[in-house]
């Protein structure tokens, strides 16, 4: 179950996790292969992860890269679909929270790329939410491993100023 995120919802309007984005989750293989694998791999974190769930891990890992991959081979880069900005970007959290730092910066220069292409944060869909969420998981995975972040927000012509860093959120520890 999705727990609000203040830094995500917009005032006034919670719940935005339930109400947008798992639809979306729920009609794409790929971004819902990541949200599977950060699932499990949580809940393995919390049982101290016994062998048997690590194969199982690498398993869904497996097939949420290979879902991506997938995608990607069908999408011109200019048309690139809210969900697979979004399974890129969640692949980018796992790998911040439970994989790799080399990883976690190959997904993060795609994820920047593709946006790029799409016209950049402002053209994610969602209202809005999309775009939170990429600027969170960059915010966050830079304060984790004190570096820069990917995308620099315009807090000029913001209607809401960028997150603060909640770490405890993030790694869902709260």
């Given at each position: 179950m999705a727990v609000d995120i203040p830094e995500l919802d917009l005032p006034g309007n919670h719940g935005l996790l339930r109400t947008a984005w798992f639809p979306l989750v729920m009609t794409d293989p790929a971004l819902f292969s990541v949200i599977m694998?950060?699932?499990?791999?949580?809940?393995?974190s919390l049982q101290g992860s016994p062998g048997s769930m690590k194969i199982d891990l690498l398993g869904l890992r497996y097939e949420a890269v290979l879902s991506i991959n997938r995608s990607l081979e069908l999408q011109q880069p200019e048309t690139v679909h809210d969900a697979l900005i979004g399974a890129i970007a969640k692949m980018a959290s796992y790998e911040a929270m439970f994989g790799s730092l080399e990883n976690y910066?190959?997904?993060?220069?795609?994820?920047?790329?593709?946006?790029?292409?799409?016209?950049?944060?402002?053209?994610?869909?969602?209202?809005?939410?999309?775009?939170?969420?990429?600027?969170?998981?960059?915010?966050?995975?830079?304060?984790?491993?004190?570096?820069?972040?990917?995308?620099?927000?315009?807090?000029?012509?913001?209607?809401?100023?960028?997150?603060?860093?909640?770490?405890?959120?993030?790694?869902?520890?709260?």
């Open positions: 694998l950060l699932a499990a791999s949580h809940y393995a910066y190959i997904h993060m220069q795609g994820l920047a790329r593709l946006i790029g292409l799409r016209g950049g944060l402002t053209s994610l869909g969602l209202n809005g939410l999309l775009n939170r969420i990429v600027v969170w998981i960059d915010r966050n995975s830079a304060f984790l491993y004190a570096s820069p972040m990917y995308f620099l927000v315009d807090t000029t012509s913001s209607i809401q100023p960028p997150p603060d860093p909640n770490p405890g959120q993030f790694l869902a520890s709260s």
